[in-house]
């Protein structure tokens, strides 16, 4: 009888150790995002045509594996390197260290979009740790028909929300239709615990044809006691071909009077299957300087294939008031960019 037991017991650790050696791996991928760019209202207040990252995506090459434990337990891993596609420069740099981000100097870094390890389970959920995505970031891309569009002028939601930060625990689950997810950054800063830290909670809803969710996330200031929240909802509902896109964020400073109401909307046609036409827009009211951005943007999207495609868009960027002038403009007013890209993912 002793002997039955110890080879099913043996039997049962072989078959253990070939789903774990079977569900291991590690896949090499990579997006090359890039667009060539005229526009207006530049530094200086001058026109500019430039070859630039990528309207969409910002270019980027990793690594991601898995290892089988058994049970239903994962070891995971994400390494994912940010460039430049027009110079090859890495990406991702900070000039210093603020809300959850480490200095770098200004230099980019290694690994800048994500360096992280984990543990993975199909019930209980996911644990990483390392450099990763906020919570709201990760939350709020289903506001926007495109998701988190990678070009300045174009971009307003992950201003507010930061994309990333270093020496994060996060966690995240979906049980169905339901998913949570929640962050705490450790500030490292002797004596100053809270320092620089930061934490999140979201939970979203996915279930054919909606997609919403809601977040909210603290960032704290590193010199000093302010602390940045932002709390937001939103989603996208699919008619047929059509996705409509909604969202709203409500972004405050503890200390600073700074107050902001950001509104965002948008659709997407599939009029072919290679090709899809989408428009955004997003009002940012400044309401402590009685100031407001309002930013529209179109694109035409054409697959080659599953890997490849090519795009045209147009943008247009209005500054009212007081609102605090964006680093991609050269004076207050208005700003029309557009161009044509080309993506590929491998």
Known sequence: MKGKVFLGIALLASATQSQAQTASGVILYGIIDTTIRYSNNNAGDKNLAELTDGYFNGSRWGMRGTEGLGSGLQAIFNLESGFDPSTGVSAQGTSSANYGQQSTGGQGRLFGRQAWVGLSHATIGRFTFGRQFTTAYDASGRFQPNGHPNLDPVTIISSYTGPRQDNMAKYYGQWGPVSIGSHYTFGEVPGQTKRSSSYGVSVGYTASPFDVGAFWQQANALATTEARKVWGFGGN???????LAFGYLN?????????????TGGFAVDVTPALTMSVASHYDRQRNADGSRIMVTGVADYSLSKRTDVYAEVDFNRINGNYALPSFMGVKGSKVGGGVGLRHRF
Do not use: L
């Open 251 to 263: 972004n405050r400073f503890d200390v600073s009077p700074a107050r902001n109401d950001v509104f």
């Open 237 to 243: 509902y699919r008619i047929g071909i059509v996705k």
